[in-house]
């Protein structure tokens, strides 16, 4: 009875700790894959593209592109300011990553 009142504690303490920097069950992040804002322009224009990543154990598939230039073709835009990456995983099977970029 201990060990299991033992693991249960570890369990929800790693599940809680690890929401702080990537969570296990679920992850949502954004982050710009351009570093360098200075004198970049505000633009309204967006394209996005994704890949879509299944891994089970050994098994893994993966689908689309998320090339910045594939999407910038894509979309017509012809000059790109900058550029994000959002990252959506669910227990780190079903992974889906979207790049945005921006330009005109």
């Given amino acids: 009875m201990k060990t299991m009142r033992i693991a249960i504690l ?3 303490a790693v599940l809680l700790v690890s929401g702080c920097m990537s969570g296990v069950i679920y992850t949502h992040t954004w982050q710009p894959l ?4 200075d ?5 309204p224009t967006a394209g996005a593209g994704d890949i879509k990543h299944i891994a ?7 689908w689309d592109s998320a090339a910045i230039g594939d999407i910038a073709k894509k ?3 012809h000059e790109l300011y900058f550029a ?3 990252t959506f995983s669910v227990l780190r099977i079903w992974n889906q ?3 945005h970029v921006y330009g005109k």
């Fill in 10 to 12: 570890t369990l929800i």
């Fill in 34 to 37: 351009t570093v360098d804002m």
């Fill in 39 to 43: 004198h970049t322009s505000v633009v």
């Fill in 56 to 62: 089970i154990y050994w098994a893994s598939v993966a």
């Fill in 75 to 77: 979309q017509g835009l």
């Fill in 84 to 86: 994000d990456l959002e």
């Fill in 97 to 99: 990553y979207t790049v």
